[in-house]
């Protein structure tokens, strides 16, 4: 009875492990974008990529959460390899695009194909955790308590999803652990990634605890219905172990795709800095890199770099065109969703005998073009022309507000709540924070002060 009952607890540690951070069959052709052949990838480690999956009834979804494991069975040793969602790679048959859109075009296995294409390594398991089964996981453990670094706040028309969170300690469920996961801010992944990992280790840290052997029948069964894996069980276990021991111990090494934000066509990606990647997974491999291993990775580098000229020069033909087509589509779901959100609240509205002006201002700014009142308060004479014309280059209207008393931080203030509009300005081209301060009769979407830390 204790061997089963220890059994059911490593399984446990090794799925929470893997969940807790959210929130081979394949024809591969003959050598990739980096020209290494599928027997040249470094596969010194057991590598599990693991998909944390988003599907709706009327979309197939995307890996909104994607991360790999690399396993070393030899000194019961882990570490994790975190990737942005939005890292722009070349997807076979689909051109260039965000990487977890390949879930979209084909599923874990075109994901997995281009996860290894892109990290030069070999992917030997999967694990696919459904999202639709998180709060159930996190309500199975009785819940966490975690500290929020700040005050969040952010709505969706498209996902009919509210993100309201407090600034301090607070104990969340499982509809509110989703939230602190899911929420953007202005560092955007990065940001999202950092507090995922702060989940990671709050989720740990209860499943560890002495009470948490009266939750083990329901969260077992909450893992069998939203976890998918190849994994043998004997894998798991000993990953189960190895993460046990190592998180208790020294904690479990982390590291993130290196590379730089920047917008193309309108489009915000991350960019992946190959050579320094490929140095990378050479080093969380333990493998030692060759010249053919870095001649390949110089090789991609120069592919990716020669990719982004062509779209910035206009020549978006074969480079970005089903992005920016997928990106239109969504666009187009997600502000028709808007208008019917802000209808159904307008009507609702005016039962209550809310002012007509406001109802109609907020109805109208889902069509909105993205026009934002800047203000320059950095104290730097061009830093608003200069933010002025990055704006604009992704597709904001700028009406000038002048200049005001000097502030550190710059801060972008939505004068609606509605989810379309709140989630466009939260992509402006540089740093900011984010507010919201509905304001009815304002003649713009949002006012931006820039600060002195405008880079």
């Not at 204790?2 to 959210?22: D, H, P």
């Not at 329901?218 to 990953?239: E, I, N, R, W």
């Not at 320094?276 to 053919?292: C, I, N, P, S, Y």
């Not at 709540?417 to 713009?444: E, K, T, W, Y």
Request: glycine share 8%; proline share 2%.
């Amino acid at each position: 009875m204790k061997s089963i009952l220890q059994t059911k607890i490593l399984m446990i540690v090794t799925a929470i492990c893997v969940v807790g951070y959210i929130a081979f069959g394949y024809f591969f052709p003959e050598t990739g974008l980096d020209n290494l052949a599928p027997t040249d990838r470094l596969n010194l480690k057991k590598n599990i990529v693991v998909m944390g999956v988003d599907e709706r009834s009327d979309d197939v979804g995307r890996s909104d959460t994607l991360f790999v494991v690399m396993f070393d069975s030899s000194n019961k040793s882990a570490s994790r390899l975190s990737i942005p969602r939005d890292t722009r790679v070349r997807i076979d048959g689909h051109g260039w695009d965000k990487i977890n859109h390949a879930y979209a075009y084909g599923g874990r296995e075109l994901t997995q194909k281009t996860v290894e294409e892109l990290l030069g390594i070999k992917i030997n398991n999967y694990v696919m955790v459904d999202f639709k089964g998180f709060t159930g996981l996190v309500d199975a453990i009785g819940g966490i308590d975690i500290d929020v670094e700040k005050d969040m706040y952010y709505h969706d028309t498209w996902d009919g999803f509210t993100v309201d969170l407090k600034k301090g300690r607070q104990h969340l469920d499982g509809k509110t652990a989703i939230q602190y996961v899911r929420f953007r801010d202005e560092e955007g992944d990065i940001g999202r990634i950092r507090r995922q990992q702060h989940f990671l280790m709050a989720v740990y840290d209860k499943i560890t605890s002495a009470d948490m052997l009266l939750h083990i029948p329901g969260l077992a069964k909450q893992l069998t219905s939203m976890v998918k894996t190849d994994m043998p069980l004997s894998d798991m276990m000993d990953l189960g172990r190895a993460l046990h021991s190592m998180v208790k111990e020294k904690g479990l090494s982390m590291a993130m795709v290196p590379g730089t934000p920047k917008y193309i066509d309108g489009i915000s990606y991350w960019l992946p800095d190959i050579t320094d990647l490929r140095e990378l997974m050479v080093k969380m491999q333990g493998a030692t890199m060759t010249e053919h291993y870095k001649s390949a990775a110089e090789l991609m580098e120069k592919e990716y770099n020669n990719a982004v000229e062509k779209v910035e020069k206009g020549d978006d033909s074969e480079e970005n065109k089903e992005a920016v087509k997928e990106e239109k589509e969504l666009k187009a779901k997600k502000e028709e969703k808007a208008k019917e959100e802000e209808a159904k609240q307008s009507g609702k509205s005016k039962n209550a005998g809310k002012d007509q002006k406001s109802a109609a201002s907020e109805e109208a700014s889902s069509d909105s073009r993205g026009v934002v009142r800047l203000v320059n308060c950095s104290g730097s004479k061009t830093a608003g022309a200069e933010a002025a014309a990055r704006l604009r280059n992704a597709g904001f209207e700028v009406i000038s507000g002048g200049s005001g008393e000097v502030i550190g931080n710059t801060v972008v203030v939505s004068t609606t709540n509605n989810g379309a509009v709140v989630n466009r300005l939260s992509n402006v081209p540089f740093a900011h924070q984010m507010r919201i301060s509905r304001d009815g009769a304002a003649d713009c979407d949002g006012v931006i002060m820039l600060g002195a830390d405008f880079k």
